[in-house]
């Protein structure tokens, strides 16, 4: 079975400053991928990031970086200096897809709220 | 391009009454899933269409739901005899394949209110 479990549910943070996401994730499979969705006020889930479980490289994209431990079972987010608009619940999902199964399960979402 | 469309944006009905939502994927993508949001919830698969079939419908709550996709493009999710705890988001997404490095695109979701 799959499960994903963020932790914190609301997380309020200064403009400017950093903010990490944590996501732990349940599988059996050793092939799996990782994704992180952004769904602002609007509503719409927004793509971010598709990790495979046999990269393990960290990557950054602008203001975005993402840490992924297969050791401690951790596909981490983090923004660096958080703008307004980052203001979002941010959800990590896990998709077992070599059994054929290409559903999303998805945490529970970490609401980020930056105060300007 | 279009990305996933879904109408309506809202729907509010009485209990006991069938409604119909309806899911426009984004074009040439062959799979389409369905998923459920309740407040302060992340998105709870529904069904998953490869094409015309549904490759799995595991998510479905119960026989009250029931979801088509005829052509291979739109799809229509279906709720006959509705209840109060159906109230939700429904969302929808495409993705080209079905394959596992597939991504999913969402579509901005019909928010259902079961008074």
């Known amino acids: 079975a799959q499960k994903v479990t963020q932790a914190q549910t609301e997380i309020s943070v200064v403009e400017k400053e950093d903010v990490t996401l944590d996501c732990v994730y349940e599988?059996?499979?050793?092939?799996?991928?990782l994704f992180w969705y952004k769904q602002p006020p609007s509503g719409e889930l927004v793509f971010l990031i598709r990790?495979?479980?046999?990269?393990?490289q960290n990557e950054i994209s602008g203001r975005y970086s993402w840490n992924f431990q297969k050791s401690t079972s951790s596909f981490n987010f983090t923004i660096t200096a958080s703008q307004v608009v980052d203001s979002a619940v941010y959800f990590c999902?896990?998709?077992?897809?070599?059994?054929?199964?290409?559903?999303?399960?998805f945490g529970k979402g970490n609401q980020v709220v930056v105060i300007p | 391009g279009a990305g996933v469309s879904q109408t309506p944006s809202n729907k509010v009905t009485e209990k006991g009454k069938y409604v119909e939502l309806r899911c426009d994927p984004i074009?040439?993508?062959?799979?389409l899933y369905w998923y459920r949001q309740s407040l302060g919830q992340g998105p709870e698969f529904l069904i998953y269409?490869?094409?015309?079939?549904?490759?799995?419908d595991s998510g479905l709550p119960n026989d009250r739901f029931f979801a088509v996709r005829p052509e291979g493009s739109v799809s229509t999710l279906k709720i006959q005899r509705t209840e109060r705890g159906d109230s939700a988001v429904y969302l929808c997404?495409?993705?080209?394949?079905?394959?596992?490095?597939?991504?999913?695109?969402f579509g901005p979701g019909t928010r259902l209110t079961v008074l």
């Open positions: 990790r495979n479980s046999f990269d393990e």
């Open positions: 599988t059996r499979d050793t092939t799996y991928y």
């Open positions: 997404a495409s993705s080209p394949t079905g394959q596992g490095t597939d991504t999913q695109y």
């Open positions: 999902a896990l998709s077992e897809a070599m059994r054929g199964n290409n559903r999303l399960a």
């Open positions: 074009s040439g993508h062959t799979a």
């Open positions: 269409f490869q094409g015309t079939g549904a490759a799995d």
